[in-house]
Structures are given as C-alpha cells and as structure tokens.
T-cell receptor, first 115, second 109 residues
Framework: GAVVSQHPSWVICKSGTSVKIECRSL??????MFWYRQFPKQSLMLMAT?????????EQGVEKDKFLINHASLTLSTLTVTSAHPEDSSFYIC???????????FGQGTRLTVV | DAKTTQPPSMDCAEGRAANLPCNHS???????VYWYRQIHSQGPQYIIH???NNETNEMASLIITEDRKSSTLILPHATLRDTAVYYC??????????FGEGTQLTVNP
C-alpha cells in the first residue's frame, strides 16, 4: 500500500519555542492530508484538513494561529506548533487518502514533549 | 459521519478467531465501514473496508449485516502481534475520519 512518512518520530522542545512536523506521501500525490492529535489513553482527534495550495480547514476548538499548517506541494504537508507549552505535549499523526471509497494511509506519528 | 459503538475491550486466545463487533445503526447509504487498528505509539494501520458486501483480505474478514446497521471484523487466527486498539469507522470519503474509542483487543498466549 501507499506510504506516508512523518518526521521527526519524536521531539523534545522547550516551552515557548516552535516545532515543525513534516508529513510526506512517498509514492502518491495527496491534494488533501489530515492532522490528528492523540493524548495518552485517548482516541485520535482530527485537528485540521490540509489542502494543497490553499488554506487549511481547522476543526472546532483548534487554534489556527497556534497550529500552522502548510501544504505547499502534492507530497508534503507541515504542521508547526508555535509557542509550544507543556499542554501541547501529545502524539501528532498525519494521514493522506485516495479517492472516495478508498482507505487512508497514516504516518507513524510524532511524539512531542514540551518541557 | 455516522457514530459507531464498540465494546471497550475484548480478550482472545492465541490461534483462535477474534470477532470484533461494531454497531452503526445510523449509517447512511453512501457510507463505508472502515476498520483500522493502532498498536501502542504507532500510527493507525488500515485493515479492511466495505460498503454492503462482506469483504476478505489477507488480514481479516468483514461481515456487514444486511441492514448495514452493524458489522463484525474477524481475525481468523489471532496472534500476540494482533494485540491493539481496533477502530470501526463509518465514512463517506474514507480519508477524513472520526475515531471513536475503539476496542482494546488483547490476545493471550
């Protein structure tokens, strides 16, 4: 199946700094990618839809100025957590899907720890 | 997307079939039933999906009731590596997914 790769797999940053997470579709073009967040012992929560060449669509309650999403090419979407705080520590996961009725492919996730 | 209901946890003996139920009584005619699983600290892994008919692949079988209000994922010969959280998701697109709490399947030796 298709491969989606995230980088880095884990990152530790100081409070107040910004962190960028990359999500790449390695063998297909993805006009739309999705970003999820998962806190310990909880399910995945959709944060935003990343649209190639246009603005991202954020889910209710997700701060667009804090979680900056850029989808500049058909194979790369980035999520930047700005001015990170300890409560932003979480597991961030991206995905990309194909046509309607097909499956989504997920990255391996990025563990962010803000200290 | 329609909501799904799954038991929070299930146990299965290694080598036996694992049957994971999912209720999706409000499913619409154009919504697919998807199953993913997540092993601890990894991204979700696609298992199988279907619209109306039963489906089978190298990983599992998906049985969808005739009224489409429920389904069962069958892992025919569970192994220890199948221990994971299994998510049943109903979606039109298959890409923008709403995850519920899933079922924690524990395969015991």
């Amino acid at each position: 199946g298709a491969v989606v790769s995230q980088h880095p797999s884990w990152v530790i940053c100081k409070s107040g700094t910004s962190v960028k997470i990359e999500c790449r579709s390695l063998d297909f073009q993805a006009t739309t990618m999705f970003w999820y967040r998962q806190f310990p012992k909880q399910s995945l929560m959709l944060m935003a839809t990343s649209n190639e060449g246009s603005k991202a669509t954020y889910e209710q309650g997700v701060e667009k100025d804090k979680f900056l999403i850029n989808h500049a090419s058909l194979t790369l979407s980035t999520l930047t957590v700005t001015s990170a705080h300890p409560e932003d520590s979480s597991f961030y996961i991206c995905s990309a899907g194909g046509p309607i009725g097909t499956e989504a492919f997920f990255g391996q996730g990025t563990r962010l720890t803000v200290v | 997307d329609a909501k799904t209901t799954q038991p929070p946890s299930m146990d299965c003996a290694e080598g036996r079939a694992a049957n994971l139920p999912c209720n999706h009584s409000t499913i619409s005619g154009n919504e697919y039933v998807y199953w993913y699983r997540q092993i601890h600290s990894q991204g979700p892994q696609y298992i199988i999906h279907g619209l109306k008919n039963n489906e089978t692949n190298e990983m599992a079988s998906l049985i969808i009731t005739e009224d489409r209000k429920s389904s069962t994922l069958i892992l025919p010969h569970a192994t220890l590596r199948d221990t994971a959280v299994y998510y049943c998701i109903v979606s039109v697109s298959g890409s923008r997914l709403t995850f519920g709490e899933g079922t924690q399947l524990t395969v015991n030796p």
